[in-house]
């Protein structure tokens, strides 16, 4: 077909969308975190993920095009540009060539000259390859892959290579050394029997078509950069799913995603950046290691070292992390059952990765199954996320920064874990499972809608890297860190832990927002846990959990606050009220645990008013008495004291 205006316009208009889009999310608002990590990271502002027209653009003439038809055994090369020898095809020159037919062993190679542009119009091709990659790019400038509309194209490749010294280090079944592009609205599978199945060793973009690729081990890779505007995603990797590999420079080695709908199901990593992870549109459905049932971290913090062999026997099972229950004993149930490794053809596997799970820089041998991970920052402004993963489900070896999308999470460690500051200033997220809900140095939640179901810390704030291990972040600190914080200034903020509900080795501030806690139902852990101080200057807070080691406010406050033991236990789904001396319903909750101790402050709350407090059968009366006031002889005292102890 010949390309007309309109599709011309469409594409330029399409490509300027993106370009707008790909820079607006650049600056954070004056509402975003106050402090700044000391972790010195590329961030989304460091990424160029705009996208050309011409990486958009579908159309060709086809009476100037070659064509190329694989059959019998051999291919018909119909112009100038491309020599056959059997069913091997090398292009040599730039130009638009249409593919069709069937080969049973042959190849494409490119090899042009660096400054060559070739577009291959795949149209209803399929070819197998048996001892290489069946589309090889040695040498050309950009190469562009058109799905012709309608048309259904296969390249598989085999389980071994022969390779030779010009091709050493080919090692997937579309293997590109130049600038690779894929669009056009047909369907394109890779069966990547070899290793990996789309390799770009310079930048990989994809704006549309129909892509599945079953990999034994990465499905795609862009080694500078990865970005996806379009296109529906149907990804089974043996490794990882998506990942860019570049370590040499801030702005290279990063995934953006402006649109596309993905189902991807990997062993490891579904989508790792070595630098930036940028998602600003798209739908998700993300499963890692065999899913959240299959923990990699058990109950009790330390990792479960056969997680990588239970994707076949019901997941994480006896060594996995589960529930306990409300005296902290067992697991709380049996984890759903998980597809045999002959069911989902997978095989986990040990990965040397340059961006590890410590802020170690060396390389270092690892297994890791997170869903979106990324070296220095994960950015997420738009999006559906549905992610079940086996190990942390957003990692950040850097920063994590949230401002939009709908995230619903289960994972099998921590559903958010950032070794540097974590923001959330709008979208939803909702952790279903974890080990840690979510995790940074310094935690500021600005705005949005957060639930968080736990085993151990809602939100955990503390110094350091997450290790799986008596060295993971945060463990076992009793003295106030420096640069750990937890800011709340906003949102809607739900937890249910069996540790403590918030967490902080440094200082907890709260400014805004809604926060309910359903804390811990053993002793040993606090519905607020702090090591410096715990400042309350505006919002609403209830928080209830077990007498032993519970925690009030700070008496450096500015807002009135109460920590109130009552005189038994109260059953689980008893509502909780408090009123004031009118009768008037100031706060109320529905803790879904037993607990005894609550932390409740309000900016209702006045100096002199006395609070009825009612649960179940229970109902005792407080008195405001000074900016914090309490009844409580916990070991943690109680009350601020301006250095909280906690486990």
């Known amino acids: 077909m010949k390309i007309s205006d309109t599709k011309k316009l469409a594409a330029i208009t399409a490509a300027f969308f993106i370009t707008v889009t790909a820079f607006s999310g650049c600056s954070e608002s004056a509402n975003s975190s106050q402090t700044t990590s000391s972790v010195s990271q590329a961030a989304k502002s460091d990424i160029d993920a705009s996208i050309a027209a011409e990486d958009i653009d579908v159309g060709y003439d086809e009476e100037s095009s070659v064509g190329i038809t694989f059959a019998d055994g051999s291919a018909a090369i119909d112009g100038e540009g491309a020599t056959s020898e059997g069913e091997t095809v090398t292009i040599s020159q730039a130009g638009t060539y249409i593919l069709s037919g069937t080969a049973t062993n042959g190849r494409i190679i490119v090899s042009a000259d660096k400054t060559a542009e070739i577009k291959l119009i795949f149209n209803g091709v399929d070819i197998t390859c048996a001892d290489n990659a069946?589309?090889?790019?040695?040498?050309?400038?950009?190469?562009?892959?058109?799905?012709?509309?309608?048309?259904?194209?296969?390249?598989?490749?085999?389980?071994?290579?022969?390779?030779?010294?010009?091709?050493?280090?080919?090692?997937?079944?579309?293997?590109?050394?130049?600038?690779?592009?894929i669009n056009g609205s047909g369907t394109l599978t890779v069966n990547a029997n070899y290793k990996h199945g789309i390799v770009s060793k310079d930048d990989l973009v994809i704006t549309d078509g129909n892509i599945n690729v079953t990999s034994a081990s990465t499905a795609m890779e862009g080694k500078d950069s990865v970005k996806i505007s379009g296109g529906t995603f149907n990804i089974s990797a043996g490794t990882n799913g998506i990942k860019?590999?570049?370590?040499?420079?801030?702005?290279?080695?990063?995934?953006?995603?402006?649109?596309?709908?993905?189902?991807?199901?990997?062993?490891?990593?579904?989508?790792?950046?070595?630098t930036v992870l940028s998602m600003e549109g798209g739908s998700f459905d993300i499963t890692t290691g065999g899913g959240s049932a299959n923990a990699s971290m058990k109950s009790d913090g330390t990792p479960n070292s056969d997680w990588q062999n239970n994707i076949g026997n019901g997941g994480g099972g006896p060594?996995?992390?589960g529930r306990p229950d409300d005296n902290g004993n067992g697991t709380g149930g049996e984890p759903p059952a998980m597809p045999t490794a002959d069911d989902t053809g997978l095989t986990i596997e040990t990965t040397a990765n340059t961006t590890t799970d410590s802020t170690d820089t060396t390389d270092n041998t690892s297994t890791s199954a997170k869903a979106l991970k990324a070296g220095n920052e994960v950015n997420i402004s738009v999006g559906?996320?549905?992610?079940?993963?086996?190990?942390?489900?957003?990692?950040?070896?850097?920063?994590i920064v949230i401002t939009g999308g709908n995230i619903s999470v289960a994972s099998g460690?921590?559903?958010?874990?950032?070794?540097?500051?974590?923001?959330?200033?709008?979208?939803?997220?909702?952790?279903?499972?974890?080990?840690?809900?979510?995790?940074?140095?310094i935690v500021t939640i600005d705005g949005g809608t957060i639930s968080v179901v736990a085993?151990?810390?809602?939100?955990?704030?503390?110094?350091?890297?997450?290790?799986?291990?008596?060295?993971?972040?945060?463990?076992?600190?009793f003295s106030s860190q420096d640069g750990v914080e937890?800011?709340?200034n906003g949102g809607t903020v739900t937890v249910d832990a069996d540790g403590d509900g918030l967490d902080s080795n440094g200082n907890f501030t709260m400014a805004g927002g809604t926060v309910c806690v359903c804390g811990p139902t053993n002793g040993g852990n606090g519905a607020l846990d702090y090591n410096g101080t715990a400042n309350v200057t505006g919002g609403t807070l209830i928080a209830c959990?077990?007498?032993?080691?519970?925690?009030?406010?700070?008496?450096?406050?500015?807002?009135?606050?109460?920590?109130?033991?009552?005189?038994?236990?109260?059953?689980?789904?008893?509502?909780?009220?408090?009123?004031?001396?009118?009768?008037?319903?100031?706060?109320s909750f529905t803790p879904i645990k037993t607990w005894q101790s609550v932390v409740f402050t309000s900016a209702d709350l006045k100096e002199g008013e006395t609070y009825t407090i009612t649960a179940g059968s229970q109902s005792e009366s407080v008195t405001i008495d000074g900016i914090v006031t309490s009844n409580s002889t916990g070991m943690s005292f109680g009350r601020g004291h301006g250095g909280g102890r906690g486990f």
């Open 545 to 587: 959990g077990a007498v032993g080691m519970e925690e009030g406010f700070s008496d450096t406050s500015t807002q009135y606050s109460v920590l109130h033991d009552l005189g038994s236990t109260v059953s689980a789904n008893e509502k909780l009220t408090i009123t004031d001396s009118d009768d008037k319903e100031i706060l």
């Open 413 to 441: 460690d921590n559903g958010m874990h950032a070794d540097g500051n974590l923001t959330i200033s709008d979208g939803t997220v909702d952790i279903t499972k974890s080990y840690e809900g979510i995790e940074g140095s």
């Open 486 to 488: 937890l800011n709340i």
């Open 244 to 274: 860019s590999t570049n370590t040499e420079a801030s702005d290279k080695g990063f995934i953006s995603v402006t649109g596309g709908s993905f189902t991807v199901v990997a062993n490891n990593d579904a989508f790792e950046a070595e």
């Open 384 to 399: 559906e996320f549905k992610i079940d993963s086996a190990d942390d489900s957003v990692y950040s070896n850097g920063n």
């Open 319 to 321: 060594n996995g992390m």
């Open 455 to 477: 085993s151990d810390d809602g939100i955990n704030c503390a110094g350091g890297s997450d290790t799986g291990s008596t060295d993971r972040m945060g463990a076992d600190q």
């Open 134 to 181: 069946p589309l090889l790019v040695g040498k050309a400038k950009k190469v562009y892959i058109v799905l012709e509309d309608g048309t259904e194209n296969v390249l598989t490749d085999n389980a071994s290579y022969s390779l030779g010294e010009d091709d050493s280090n080919t090692d997937g079944a579309i293997f590109s050394k130049a600038d690779l592009t």
